[in-house]
């Protein structure tokens, strides 16, 4: 793999705001979501509707996404610059890919993975993770919640083969729960929603990876090296938007639903709130309190190296700064969720 030098900038340069006329250029960028559009990204969607991308003389397109690990892919085979995609599957990427990475985290956007198998108290899935024990559980084929789900074993003094896993399409899971062909099902929480619609809440046990002791990042805003080493003002502008826009959206979640509706009006205004409120646990875990959103915890990050390439059975092993560029974050303060 050929090995590309980063181009740094000063703090202050990656910082500064730009605003463009209509009759300026834009630069083209394309962004992959993890999945399809609902209120988990209606951040992105206030950024585009309210003009903070093209603010920053930048013309996003967002497109729908495949999974949050497909994302990596997409970014490194260079049809996407940027996207949102999981944490753990980027350590695997980067752990099987020598030489400079081609794909890195540039702004955490769950600050903790939102991880849950979903179970019917009426199959015996109570709160307790061994009660999965010779359950069949449904699952996309590759996916974040299942790939991780080894970790929780671990963790549980499980068998990672302790129940059966059935493979299921994102689309269908939710059918399958409610019909009953499983007993339970991975979800990010926030994806649960749909569930939550159909099937009454007290029914269902919700099990939390984080519960586990699993302590993991989940989803990030991707870069590409190449654009990260090109033009990393590009890439400071983009989470500036698209900060700014988060910001926002925890203060007033509203124009955000409205923004993402634009997009997609057949989505339930109110569901979608309610799936808001849910990834804004995660967005703004209790880490970012302390260091603010987007970024991470050192520390912590590497721990979670270290567990996925023990239990992927890496090779080798990706430094945690390899994994995670936060040079190009917006200054601390502008990262503060307002009350």
Avoid: C
Wanted: aromatic residues 8%; positive net charge; glycine residues 8%.
């Amino acid at each position: 793999m050929q090995r590309r030098s980063f181009i740094t900038s000063s703090a202050a340069a990656l910082a500064a705001p730009r605003v463009f006329a209509q009759s300026a250029k834009l630069t083209p960028l394309r962004f992959t979501l993890d999945f399809r559009i609902n209120g988990q990204t209606a951040p992105f969607f206030l950024a585009e509707s309210k003009g903070y991308y093209r603010d920053e003389g930048l013309d996003v397109a967002i497109d729908t996404g495949a999974g949050s690990v497909a994302s990596i892919t997409r970014i490194a085979s260079g049809v996407y610059q940027l996207g949102l995609g999981d944490i753990s599957s980027l350590v695997e990427f980067n752990a099987q890919n020598s030489g400079t990475p081609v794909v890195q985290a540039v702004y955490q956007y769950y600050n903790r993975a939102p991880f849950v198998i979903i179970g019917r108290k009426d199959r015996g899935i109570t709160g307790d993770f061994r009660s999965l024990q010779g359950k069949k559980v449904a699952a996309a084929a590759v996916e974040s919640t299942r790939r991780a789900w080894p970790m929780v074993a671990r963790k549980q003094g499980m068998k990672g083969d302790a129940f059966q896993w059935q493979t299921t399409d994102f689309s269908a899971r939710d059918n399958v729960m409610v019909r009953g062909d499983v007993d339970a099902a991975t979800y990010f929480h926030d994806s649960a929603v749909s569930l939550f619609a159909r099937m009454k809440t007290e029914e269902l046990s919700v099990l939390k990876y984080a519960d586990a002791g699993v302590d993991l990042y989940g989803n990030a805003i991707l870069a590409s090296s190449n654009l990260i080493a090109q033009n990393p003002k590009v890439v400071a502008a983009f989470l500036r938007a698209t900060n700014r826009a988060i910001v926002e959206t925890f203060a007033n979640p509203g124009p955000s639903i409205a923004a993402m509706r634009q997009r997609e009006p057949i989505l339930d205004e109110r569901i979608e709130r309610e799936r808001w409120a849910l990834t804004a646990q995660y967005v703004g875990a209790a880490d970012t309190a302390g260091h603010g959103l987007g970024d991470i915890r050192k520390l912590t990050l590497e721990q979670q190296v270290d567990e996925v390439v023990e239990v992927f059975g890496l090779r080798r092993k990706p430094s945690a700064d390899a994994i995670f560029n936060s040079s190009m974050l917006p200054a601390r303060g502008e990262r503060t969720i307002k009350a």
